[in-house]
């Protein structure tokens, strides 16, 4: 039996010990890792459909394993593991997109359209782009960011890292910090929302999130920057993480994103088209957290495409 210590390829059905390097990660990160380039939507087929068992039980992606935890791991196709070469556009936007690094962390400023990892139809995200040009270097994704969203998109480069951020990040210590342009205006310039989210996949395997009483516990900050004519600059802050969080909060105070194309309104989005904006306004500007004694801040200007929007509805162009 094998130890689940560094990245691995499998070609034949493998029991795979979890090592102490690996005690606490989430199975989906741990698969990812020990099967280099393959696409997370495979890693989560597997899962899906039972063929990766945990201690001989089905698991689900966020089961956190323990040190001397079974892994069965099928057989994946060399074909399915190889994503190709990256386009050398692509690999030039990720590597000068990089904002910080020590030995511990990196952090990049993601451009939208960039998929935080691939999956989906997405065969480079910024994980794999990342990996490809520093074939030599251990790199983690710690968060993701929705492909349309931009801004501060933190990597590990270490183990104490990785683990140790992704604890702050379950206890709720480290600060995420958004601008989004939200449709309308606010009755109060400050509010919050609180209210439980629940995932669901519609019909045609889409993947939506919704208020529900029987959802996890959210509660996201919001916070007016400026006030334009039809909408409102806000600086959101995450007091949790659910996926879609900001853009279901916003629509759920009827105040939706400008540029949703899942959860906004028809008539603003086409407003704000004629505004130039091409895609969800919802950018990363700050993320901030203490570990190991250091403090860490990273952050993201808005982006030209976004400030040229700001400018055009209050006048400035």
């Known amino acids: 039996m094998r130890t689940a210590t560094s990245r691995d390829t499998l070609n034949t059905v493998q029991q795979v010990q979890v090592g102490a390097d690996r005690d606490g990660q989430r199975l989906d990160n741990c698969l990812s890792a020990l099967l280099k380039g393959v696409p997370r939507s495979l890693i989560y087929r597997l899962l899906r459909t039972g063929q990766v068992r945990v201690n001989g039980k089905r698991a689900k992606p966020d089961t956190r394993l323990a040190e001397g935890d079974t892994l069965r791991i099928p057989p994946v196709r060399t074909a399915e593991r190889d994503p190709g070469t990256p386009p050398p556009g692509l690999l030039k936007r990720v590597s000068e997109a990089v904002i910080f690094e020590d030995k511990h962390?990196?952090?990049?400023?993601?451009?939208?359209?960039?998929?935080?990892?691939?999956?989906?139809?997405?065969?480079?995200?910024?994980?794999?782009?990342?990996?490809?040009?520093?074939?030599?270097?251990?790199?983690?994704?710690?968060?993701?960011?929705?492909?349309?969203?931009?801004?501060?998109?933190?990597?590990?480069?270490?183990?104490?890292?990785?683990?140790?951020?992704?604890a702050l990040i379950r206890e709720g210590a480290v600060t995420k910090q958004y601008l989004a342009l939200l449709t309308g205006h606010p009755r109060r310039g400050k509010f919050d929302v609180n209210a439980p989210l629940r995932k669901f996949v519609?019909?045609?395997?889409?993947?939506?999130?919704?208020?529900?009483?029987?959802?996890?516990?959210?509660?996201?900050?919001?916070?007016?920057?400026?006030?334009?004519?039809?909408?409102?600059?806000?600086?959101?802050?995450?007091?949790?993480?659910?996926?879609?969080?900001?853009?279901?909060?916003?629509?759920?105070?009827?105040?939706?994103?400008?540029?949703?194309?899942?959860?906004?309104?028809?008539?603003?989005?086409?407003r704000l088209r004629k505004a130039g904006l091409k895609r969800l306004f919802l950018h990363a500007a700050r993320f901030e957290f203490e570990l190991g004694g250091k403090a860490y801040s990273f952050s993201a200007p808005l982006p030209d495409d976004l400030k040229a929007v700001i400018d055009r509805l209050a006048g400035h162009a």
């Open 105 to 166: 962390f990196l952090a990049i400023d993601k451009p939208a359209g960039i998929a935080s990892h691939g999956g989906s139809g997405i065969s480079h995200g910024a994980i794999e782009l990342l990996r490809a040009a520093r074939p030599n270097e251990s790199l983690e994704l710690v968060h993701r960011l929705d492909r349309d969203t931009s801004g501060v998109l933190v990597f590990a480069r270490s183990r104490a890292g990785l683990t140790g951020l992704q």
């Open 202 to 270: 519609l019909q045609g395997g889409e993947r939506m999130v919704r208020v529900a009483d029987d959802g996890k516990p959210a509660l996201t900050f919001f916070r007016e920057v400026q006030r334009l004519s039809d909408d409102c600059l806000m600086q959101v802050t995450l007091d949790t993480g659910r996926t879609h969080q900001i853009r279901v909060h916003a629509a759920h105070a009827g105040h939706p994103l400008g540029g949703d194309p899942k959860y906004g309104e028809r008539e603003a989005n086409q």
